[in-house]
Structure formats: structure tokens, C-alpha cells
């Protein structure tokens, strides 16, 4: 739970410059053409670094190279991530290389409904971040052979840097390239690889500092590495069937004009922060606890175990879910309503934030299910339901943007709706997996737990809707200062409401964390 502690730390770090590169972004170029071009030309990297890098590469690996260095010696370690390293630079930097040169034909393919200018545009994004993908793999890797050595912050602070050089890449450069005639868009780009590469070489340091030296070392037949190779298939093949979600959206919204492409985004963004912030530290604290029930052959700790982690995720994200619903107008104006980015804008995308929203728990809850299923030994069952949630929202893709127009609603907003249900669906379906290898979870208190704490976020979420129209009907105006004064007293009023009802409910996990609260309060004694 320490490293825990720290991961979540760095990783609120990191998501507040997420959400600050996000206001930059918004303030110079809107929503419009210049941010679907950088979102769509960013995705490519970007996806394949999730399907890659940070997600299979970094499962694969972490247990791979402590294997290596707890049975054969902190050498053989150190030339297992060299042979990975050397593989890394010549494999990704041709895939790199590759997506440089038939950035047109793949753009024409991918975003076929932009129009020319934009599709331009595109294209010298791509081509810029083309590069992006090495340098964050080689992040993945670092951050695996430190957190192998104990150190988890600095790693999981790696990804802040990302953000703070996109936001200066677009500060700084904006006045240069409008000077020298270069589209300005560019800066964005251009911002965002500096910060892929500083990810990595952030790290470089600390890995000096425990011993390692690159050298180049080209051997596939490396059992080690063939090792990696083999883990990281069905992870990859489980993480594929996600990012074609993403894929299919961006190229489905392309053909709906300026704006949509940003607002989806925008507002998923929004729902990192929670994910980030309870889905994934949980998720972390539960791979822990269930490994070790499994290595001792002790199902009833684990399904004990898993159902603590359930119910602290319904805990977390039930009530952050109803409070992004209930706010998230306010929260998206006084996050991003500046400069160009209009109160339209604002609109389009509260709107997308209220259809994720209403996923946010499936979304988490599968988070904790999936290394679950990793842990017990069974690869088949996540990539299946992860693919059968996909198959289900292309083909509600269809549907709904056929729907939606004629019930006179925005169509962009299929591709959020059928998210959600996507996510909904791969919870049912690994809620069953998991029934068939520890039986049902009664008598632990998750279902009961849930639908309290449902109702209770639900409440809640009415009063703070009501409280901050009240308050704009009372105390208007005041610009920013007036703004963030009501949507910072609706926000209290929330959190404490879900923390009384919780402690009235008698949760183990809402008495931990109210008597956490409560000495934090607590005046210190100087003596």
C-alpha cells in the first residue's frame, strides 16, 4: 500500500498536467480542425504504445527480469534488458520509420472524412510523432527495472513530464512558429514528442545510479526474451480488442465535421483522472494480495480479498461518477472556457462527459477483474470478453449514429454511449469468468454494498445539482472567482454527504478511510 501511496501521488500529478496541457490546448486552438488533426495524428502512437508499451511490454517484462535477476544474478538482469532494449530501438524505430513514410495512405484510411487542408495537417503530425513510440517503450522498460528495484515514484512521475513539455512546447513555440510563417497547430506536436522522449531520459539517472549500462546486444534467441515475447501475446491480443474501439471512433468521427473528435476526447480525459486516481491504484493493491493467495493455494483469502477491492471501488468511483454527472458543466467551463474554446464547445462536451460517466464504475471494476484473471492463470478468459464488448459497440456504433439524428441528438455522442455500454458489457462478462473459478461472492457484502452505495451516490449527486443552481440563483455572476466558489461548495457539500452515509452504512472500507480523515485532522503534538 506504500508503493501504492506513491503511484497514486505521481499519477494525480500527472493527470493535473493532463488537464493542464488540456486548458493550453483549448485556450490557443479551440475545438475545432487544428485539435481533431493533432488527437488523430497523436491516436496512432498513442494506441499502439497502449497496445505495446506500457500495457503488454511492461506485464510481460517486470516478472520476466526479476525472475532473471533473483535466480541467475543482477548480471544476467542487466543483459536481458539489453537484449530487450536492442530489439526495442530496431524493431519499434522501423515501425517508426515505416509510419513516417506511408503516413498518407494510412491517414486516408483512418480519418477518410477530413477534408484536404485538415488531412494535411495530419499527416506532418504523424510524421513528427512518428517517433514516439520507441522512446515510450524504452520508458516502459525503465520504469520496470526500477520498480523491480523498489523505486516507484520517480517511474510513475515519468508520464508528468509528458505533460509539462507539451505544455511548454505549445507556450513557447506558439509565438515562434505564427512568427516564421509554420503552422502554429504544429506545436502541439512537436510538444508532445519532446515529452516522449523526456519520459524516458528522466529515468536514465536513477537507472545509472542501480547499476545498469546500455550496451547493445542483438539476440532473439534469448530465452529471456522469448519469454516477454510469449506473456505479451494474449495481453496484447486483450488490449488490441480496446484500442479498435478507439480506432473506430476516431475514423467514424472524422466524418462529423469539426469539433467532435476534441469533445470525445476532452471529456474522456475527465474520466482518467478517477480511473487513474481508484481503478488503478486498487487494481495494483489487488494483483498484490491475489498473487500471493494464489501462490499459497488460498482461494477463500483471495475471493475475500477480491470482493474488499470491489467494494472499495464502488466506494470511490459510484460516488465520482454521480458527482461528474451532476457537475459537468461547471466542471468543463471552468476547466477549459477560455480563449477559443466557446461556450459551445463547452456544451458538446459536458454532454460526452455525462455518457462516460455513466461507465466510470465498469470501467474501474475491470481494472481490478482482468489481473485477477492473470493472477489465477487464465489469459483466454479476459481477451474474449474484451472482444465480444468490442464486436457489440462497432456494431452499436451503426445503430445509435443511425438512431441518434433522428431522436435530435448530437451523433458524436453514440461513440461515448456505446463506450459505456462496451464497458458495462466486459464487467458482466468477467464478472461470470470469475464466478466459474471462485464460485459466487455472497456473504462477502459487494452486491449489497454496490446497491447502497448507488443510492447513496445518486442522492447525492441531486443535491449537488441542486445546491450549485441554487447557489447560481443566489450568488450570479463573479466571473471565474464566482464560478469556482460554487462549483468548490457543491463539490464539499458531495463529499461530505457520501462520507457520512458511507460511515452510517458501517463499510470496513469507509471506516478506514474516515479514520484516516479523522487523524488527519487531528491537531499534532509538538512535545
Not at 452499436?396 to 461513440?415: K, M, Q
Request: glycine share 10%; net charge positive.
Amino acid at each position: 500500500m506504500k508503493a501504492v501511496s506513491s503511484i497514486s501521488l505521481a499519477t494525480l500529478v500527472s493527470r493535473v498536467l493532463g488537464l493542464a496541457r488540456d486548458q493550453v490546448q483549448s485556450y490557443y486552438f479551440g475545438a475545432g480542425a487544428v485539435t481533431d488533426a493533432f488527437y488523430a495524428a497523436f491516436r496512432i502512437p498513442n494506441l499502439l504504445r497502449d497496445l505495446f508499451a506500457e500495457g503488454a511490454l511492461s506485464s510481460a517484462f517486470v516478472p520476466t527480469f526479476t525472475v532473471e535477476r533473483e535466480r541467475n544474478g543482477i548480471e544476467r538482469g542487466w543483459q536481458l534488458a539489453n537484449r530487450i532494449l536492442t530489439a526495442m530501438v530496431i524493431l519499434l524505430g522501423s515501425l517508426g520509420l515505416l509510419t513516417a513514410v506511408f503516413a498518407p495512405s494510412i491517414l486516408r484510411l483512418y480519418v477518410a472524412g477530413f477534408e484536404p487542408g485538415k488531412m494535411e495537417l495530419t499527416i506532418t503530425m504523424t510524421r513528427i510523432l512518428a517517433p514516439f513510440l520507441l522512446f515510450v517503450a524504452l520508458a516502459a522498460v525503465a520504469m520496470g527495472i526500477l520498480n523491480t528495484c523498489g523505486r516507484f515514484f520517480l517511474p510513475a512521475l515519468a508520464p508528468a513530464w509528458f505533460n509539462f513539455a507539451a505544455i511548454l512546447g505549445v507556450v513557447l513555440l506558439f509565438p515562434v512558429f505564427r512568427s516564421a510563417g509554420i503552422p502554429t497547430g504544429l506545436t502541439l506536436a512537436v510538444g508532445a514528442m519532446i515529452g516522449g522522449i523526456l519520459q524516458f531520459l528522466v529515468q536514465v539517472p536513477a537507472l545509472r545510479r542501480e547499476g545498469f549500462r546500455f550496451r547493445p546486444e542483438w539476440n532473439l534467441g534469448d530465452p529471456g526474451l522469448r519469454r516477454v515475447a510469449a506473456l505479451m501475446l494474449p495481453a496484447t491480443f486483450g488490449l488490441a480488442a480496446t484500442q479498435l474501439n478507439i480506432l473506430v471512433d476516431t475514423a467514424l468521427a472524422s466524418g462529423l465535421g469539426d469539433g467532435p473528435i476534441t469533445w470525445l476526447s476532452m471529456a474522456f480525459r475527465l474520466m482518467q483522472l478517477p480511473i487513474g486516481l481508484f481503478g488503478v491504484a486498487i487494481a495494483t493493491a489487488n494483483l498484490t494480495r491475489v498473487s500471493r493467495d494464489v501462490a499459497a493455494g488460498d482461494r477463500e483469502g483471495l475471493r475475500l480479498n477480491l470482493a474488499a477491492s470491489l467494494r472499495a471501488a464502488a466506494l470511490l468511483t459510484l460516488p465520482a461518477s454521480a458527482g461528474l454527472i451532476a457537475l459537468r458543466e461547471p466542471i468543463v467551463r471552468i476547466l477549459f472556457e477560455r480563449g477559443l474554446f466557446s461556450p459551445a464547445d463547452t456544451g458538446k462536451t459536458a454532454a460526452a462527459v455525462l455518457c462516460y460517466a455513466l461507465g466510470l464504475y465498469a470501467y474501474s471494476v475491470v481494472k481490478i477483474q482482468v489481473p485477477t484473471f492473470y493472477a489465477l492463470g487464465d489469459t483466454r478468459r479476459p481477451v474474449v470478453a474484451s472482444a465480444t464488448a468490442v464486436a457489440l459497440k462497432i456494431a452499436a456504433n451503426f445503430a445509435l449514429l443511425a438512431l441518434f439524428p433522428r431522436l435530435g441528438w448530437d451523433p458524436f455522442l453514440a461513440l461515448a454511449t456505446t463506450t459505456t455500454l462496451a464497458a458495462w458489457t466486459n464487467l458482466l462478462l468477467l464478472t461470470r469468468g470469475l464466478r466459474g473459478h471462485l464460485g459466487p461472492l455472497r456473504g462477502t457484502g459487494v452486491l449489497p454494498t454496490t446497491l447502497k452505495l448507488a443510492a447513496l451516490s445518486a442522492t447525492m449527486g441531486v443535491a449537488c445539482a441542486l445546491a450549485h443552481t441554487g447557489l447560481e440563483g443566489w450568488l450570479p455572476g463573479g466571473g471565474f472567482w464566482g464560478l469556482a466558489l460554487r462549483l468548490l461548495a457543491a463539490m464539499l457539500l458531495g463529499m461530505a454527504l457520501t462520507l457520512f452515509g458511507a460511515h452510517r452504512m458501517n463499510l470496513p472500507e469507509a471506516a478506514l478511510l474516515w479514520e484516516r480523515l479523522r487523524r488527519f485532522a487531528a491537531p499534532r503534538s509538538t512535545g
